[in-house]
């Protein structure tokens, strides 16, 4: 009976994606910290780990080239190899390698072997160059009697050893890598023929191992059985000092030296397709499975407990039910109440992940496209830890990569130029995250010149979006950014200048219910700020009458609801309404007009006026009547009849009506945008 190993697959591709952004974690670490040995290890073992994994499901491309890989960062672990900026920029490019090999074979498409290649012979000529001059490679080592040691090795595998797909001979294989090894296999327990189990293991091993590799290493090749195993190393005689690199040697994490202009293909290829990686990233990370704390399980079972007891009480209630028993009724059905909305929150709670998955595709895409620009730019995050709903995480890295993107280009100037400024060379670029109310707040800001105002609305003027005697307050200037199409770079390039990316940015964060805000310094810098739901499914709001229709209102973007007196409206030449709300006056839009419902009056002073704000706008919105707040599960309009200006989605009421929810962005365009009468 053989094993199904496709089984173990799914589980295999989440932990090797975890290892890839755990091994480009700390390669960006190394080079801007310092050799540091436990980032090193760190590495060293995401990469083992994957080797051994591909190998043992037969995913044999990808067990070749980490292999590759492993050997090369095993030297550095050993301070056989110095940790150069080149031996850096291969790694992190040999990770990218990886993250598509395995995304190409978890989707069974073609694998870029062309690529795959390129890299693999990258890897091996920095080897064979390394061993060339001087530094050991791991085959010269191997060869080496000076400092070698005997190591001898009890292996006793449980019985059911092979049924988790774990295979002796491959970890033989792998510590025969790291020299000379002998193999005698201990038979004692070995059944008669007709009592053998097929699938059980009854053979231990007794190994001896002759190698310069230190016992962290030996002990690695066991990662993978050593739960189910009883296991003993130990060794003859001590081992002798490896040499290191030589003190007189250029380290490159202690030197900011500049990349010679023969690298600066590689640089420019990793630049080139920063953007690309960061989508490649985001798609490898979306998975049909979530990982749970399991206080949140202990939780979530607690709470359905809560609601079998209530259940019963309810039971017990309706049978023989009397007037007698009303109070009981009322009682269990608050208690019903309170139990189901915590059961809500606990299930949402699992939804919520840390936004450092989002963060953690930004230090890659900085390093690559500072490389590419000439700049240098100091990444500062905080608020990694800010939760967030799985849906909304995963669709907001494609924004998230834009924005940073855009600010390494347009917002951070050149060394020289920040000289000029009186200001530090190195731009510093702030990324971080917090929860304001019913939202997540994402602030992306840098110390760079900021927009430049008069070449934005210059270049309005000259493709014909601004009227030559129109004029703009510093936040409209700011929202032309967002035109599709539109740029201020005077070339375009690889990086930018073709116009595309902000305006995805806010049509992006507009369909999470989210809106995005600009800050801007002349001189000192900009700062962007989105907003966005804590989830998509689930969303506080206010229901609002209008006739016998119903609406709700998304509770984080009202003001303040009010009545307004009729001397307070005024009509404008286009037919459009204007109101004056605290020494402003505010586009006002008559829902019944909008959406063709029969409204109970028509009189604004015997109505209300719901004051509502999105994208850093206000307006105004009259209805008849306010019904109260609730929490309403968001159900797509789009998926189940078609799009409707100014609605972005329904929800069922608790008496079976329908109820449509606002766009508050969306309406107040079209305040701003259209006659609304």
Known sequence: MSINLEQFHQTFFEESFEGLDSMESGLLNLQAGGMDADTVNTIFRAAHSIKGGSGTFGFNDVAKFTHVLETLLNEMRDGRRAVTPDAINLLLQSVDVLREMLTAVRGKDAVNHARVSDIHGQLEKMLVAGSAAGTPSVAAVKTQAPGTQDWNISFRPQSHLLKTGNDPLRIFRELGEHGSIKINADLSQLPAFDKLDPESCYLGWNLTLESMAAESTINEAFDWVREESALSITSTKPAATVAVASDSSPSPLTEAAAMPEGDAASATTVANVAEARATTRASAGETASIRVDISKVDELINMVGELVITQNILGQIGQNFDMSKLHRLTQALTELDRNTRELQESVMRIRMLPISFAFNRVPRLVHDLSTKLGKKVELKMSGESTELDKTVMERIVDPLVHLVRNTCD???????????????????????????????????????????????????????????DQHLSPEEIHDLIFLPGFSTAEVVSDVSGRGVGMDVVRKNIQGLGGNVEIFSEPGKGARFTVRLPLTLAIMDGQSVAVGKEFYIVPLVSIIVSTIVKNEHVSTMANGGEVFKFRDEYLPLMRLYNLYGAAPRTTDISQGLMVVVEGDGRRAGLFVDELLGQQQVVIKSLEANYRRVEGISGATILGDGSVALILDIPGLIRIAHQKKVA
């Not at 609305?457 to 030559?468: D, F, M, N, T």
């Open 410 to 468: 347009h917002g951070i100037e050149m060394p020289d130029v920040r000289r000029a400024a009186g200001k530090p060379e190195t731009g510093t670029l702030t990324l971080s995250a917090c929860h304001k109310g019913g939202s997540v707040v994402i602030e992306i800001a840098d110390d760079g010149a900021g927009l430049n105002e008069e070449r934005i609305l210059k270049k309005a003027r000259e493709r014909g979006l601004v009227k030559p």
